[in-house]
């Protein structure tokens, strides 16, 4: 299925229309494990108001935030089993925090059914008002000149911005100091307003404020440049070998039944299919895994096989999941 763009403006607007808001049932929950505000907040209350159609139900978002995004996820393995409760979570709480965690208390593998990949993205690296770098190379001198405003934001500690920043930072030759916050727009709304100078996040979360002329997108992730800011260079373009993308995806608690997640798969291909039609206005890429419902195995890795969960969809320089650790370590005072 080919990759069409989202428009997450369009998420937005369903909170304004009384439509399906009298659909009989109990409703499906997606929990969404970050704050309210983000692309990946914006996408989940999309999916849900076109899952509603499909499912003749209501389909309501909760975001269940904290520990980097590990308490929602925590909630739905120890929700019932019963197809009326659902995880929307990017790819580092289900492949990337059993290598950073030692407490996990569940098992990407074990503990979920994967349902679909729903939609790709990469990153870019956003400078605010109070930086004069229009590059990275810029950049990378400004913060030399002064290391004690060498601090970034990303919208967790242990997220796929996170270790991209943390390669960043080692190809750079930067010390840079960490900070971790419960989603991508309170980390936006203090590069705004000054409270801190960098922020690494999703592209799509940076193209409001990017066109608006508040902050300033320096580069963009992936290996061509991403075409909703066709003027902004790779990192590879700006002379860093490093590049990086990420997934959302759609999990239910396991044990779930056949039935469904028969039922589920269904009203995601639709919702999917109608999202994907409504316009490229927003920089998250919407896709369905599957191109019928039904079991996509046990394994993450094997239902989003295209992407790859456990290193395939990020590559970076083998040191930065060690740095990340050490910070996250730090952070944490070791009681991961």
């Known amino acids: 299925m080919p990759l069409l763009a989202v428009s997450i403006a369009a998420a937005l607007t369903w909170l304004a229309s009384p439509a399906n808001a009298q659909l009989g049932g109990d409703p499906v929950r997606i929990i969404f494990p970050f704050a309210a505000g983000g692309s990946g907040d914006a996408l989940a209350r999309l999916l849900a108001e076109h899952m509603r159609a499909s499912l003749d139900q209501p389909v ?55 349902l679909s990949q729903v939609a790709t993205f990469d990153f870019a690296l956003a400078v605010g008002p109070q930086v004069p770098a229009k590059s990275l190379k810029e950049l990378v001198d400004w913060v030399k000149a002064n290391p004690n405003q060498g601090t970034y934001g990303t919208p967790a500690a242990g997220t796929l911005p996170h270790f991209f920043a943390v390669s960043f930072a080692q190809a750079a030759g930067l010390d840079l100091r960490h900070v971790g916050y419960r989603g991508s727009a309170g980390a936006l709304t203090d590069l705004v307003a000054g409270q801190i100078p960098i922020v690494v996040t999703t592209t799509s979360d940076v193209l409001e404020q990017h066109k608006a002329q508040r902050i300033r997108a320096l580069a963009t992730s992936d290996k061509q440049r991403s075409p909703f800011l066709p003027d902004i260079v790779t990192f590879r373009e700006a002379g860093f070998n490093i590049e990086g993308t990420g997934w959302y995806g759609l999990f239910a ?30 920089g998250i890429w919407a896709r369905s895994d599957r191109d019928h419902p039904g079991g996509a195995g046990k394994d993450p890795e094997v239902g989003f096989g295209a992407v790859g969960a456990r290193g395939q969809c990020f590559r970076v320089h083998t040191g930065a999941v060690a740095s990340a650790q050490h910070a996250l370590q730090g952070a944490a005072g070791g009681g991961w």
């Open 60 to 114: 309501i978002v909760e975001n269940r935030t904290g520990a980097q995004g590990r308490l929602g996820v925590q909630a739905v393995k120890a929700a019932e089993p019963d197809g009326k409760t659902i995880l929307l979570t990017p790819v580092a709480p289900m492949s990337v925090y059993q290598h950073v965690y030692k407490a996990l208390v569940y098992d990407p593998v074990a503990d979920f059914v994967p």
């Open 253 to 282: 608690p396991a044990k779930t039944p056949a039935a469904a997640i028969n039922r589920l798969s269904k009203a995601i291909i639709a919702a999917v299919n109608i999202a994907s039609g409504q316009g490229a206005a927003a």
